[in-house]
């Protein structure tokens, strides 16, 4: 009788125990640092949409943010107050690629994850999951230069100077058309992702230069660069890099613009959540997961919209606000395949 209970005993403990593994919860803090695009903030919601998703697996996600136009400092100073906070990993959109070692390296030591996104960064105490931001300018910049057949003069106009993502951009387009001789890039000029500094650079550079055959330019600024475009009356012209936007989307469809865009989904960090939270649940990489620049990154897929898919990507739009970016997320189901 004695035994029976005991193992009774003993199977009820571990059946309490199954439960506890079952039921796991993590804490995960979110740091970003520019609040100046709804591309950010489409960013966060799907993050914490993937956070609550997790929830039907039996694992609970809190996802605390701190959001705020802030420097370096300001994100070191989001990192110290997750450690505090008592967070189990950190998500980061950083706006330097080296200036987080230092603190990086105290987290590390504190046993939390850092899954770095959208911009790659050099610590060996964190990882990246995210596009290759490289790439996705090399894939924008050879369609303009296939659809200018290899020739013509073009301007390009960047992001935020000095940021990790814009950089590799930057280096991504010059890459490509340097393989071709017959493009000459006649300026660059930087529009800090900023549709209305968009149209005044582009406004400023067709008065500059009124033989313009091509535009290279990124999200955030096609827009506004397009609208300069269409008021010079130069839309049968130019051949120019676009948004992934519903709202220019609209207008790409209706005014017929020659226009191809690379997607940064905003999903990029839904997809960084996701890894993240099966590495906390104890999954181990597989070797030879990790490439990029520093050694450290996941690279998700890139999809590109130009006028053959225009028409499927507007209907996946349907009901979508003008502001809303087309976007695409590993799951958490497709996030196994990094791990063994």
């Not at 935020?160 to 001789?181: D, Q, S, T």
């Not at 500059?208 to 990124?218: K, L, R």
């Not at 960090?269 to 997961?289: C, I, P, Q, R, T």
């Amino acid at each position: 009788m004695f035994k029976k209970l005991v193992l009774a005993a003993m199977a009820s403990v571990g059946i309490i125990a199954s439960a506890h593994a079952q039921e796991q919860s993590f804490k995960i803090g979110l740091s970003n640092s520019f609040v100046g695009s709804e591309w950010r903030t489409q960013m966060i919601e799907e993050a914490q949409a993937a956070a609550a998703a997790w929830a039907e697996k039996g694992v609970k996600v809190e996802v605390v943010v701190q959001s705020g136009n802030v420097d370096v400092q300001g994100q070191i100073g989001h990192i110290r107050n997750f450690m505090n906070q008592g967070v189990d990993a950190v998500l980061i959109n950083p706006g330097s690629p080296t200036a987080f070692n230092p603190i990086f390296a105290q987290a590390k030591a504190r046993n939390l994850l850092i899954v770095a996104t959208d911009a790659e960064v050099s610590s060996k105490d964190a990882i990246y999951v995210g596009i290759d931001q490289k790439a996705w300018a090399m894939q924008s910049a050879e369609w303009l230069a296939k659809t200018l057949n290899g020739k013509g003069n073009i301007v390009a106009i960047n992001g935020i100077a000095g940021n990790p993502a814009n950089e590799l951009r930057v280096a991504g387009y010059k890459e490509v058309f340097a393989k071709y001789p017959d493009i000459k890039v006649l300026n660059e000029a930087n529009a800090s992702w900023d549709q209305a500094q968009g149209q005044q650079t582009m406004q400023n550079l067709l008065a500059t230069y009124p033989d313009i055959n091509g535009v290279w330019v990124q999200d955030g600024m096609a827009d506004g660069a397009w609208r300069a475009i269409e008021a010079a009356g130069k839309v049968e012209g130019i051949a120019a890099t676009g948004e992934i936007r519903k709202d220019f989307m609209t207008r790409w469809s209706e005014k017929k613009f020659n226009s191809g865009a690379s997607v940064n989904p905003p999903g990029v960090m839904a997809s960084a959540l996701n890894v993240a939270v099966l590495k906390l649940m104890g999954k181990e990489f597989k070797d030879g997961v990790f490439g990029g620049t520093y050694g450290n990154a996941i690279y998700i897929p890139i999809p590109f919209v130009d006028g053959n898919n225009l028409a499927d990507n507007l209907k996946a739009a349907e009901g979508k606000p003008g502001y809303w970016s087309v976007t695409a997320t590993v799951s958490a189901e497709d996030a196994e395949q990094y791990f063994q």
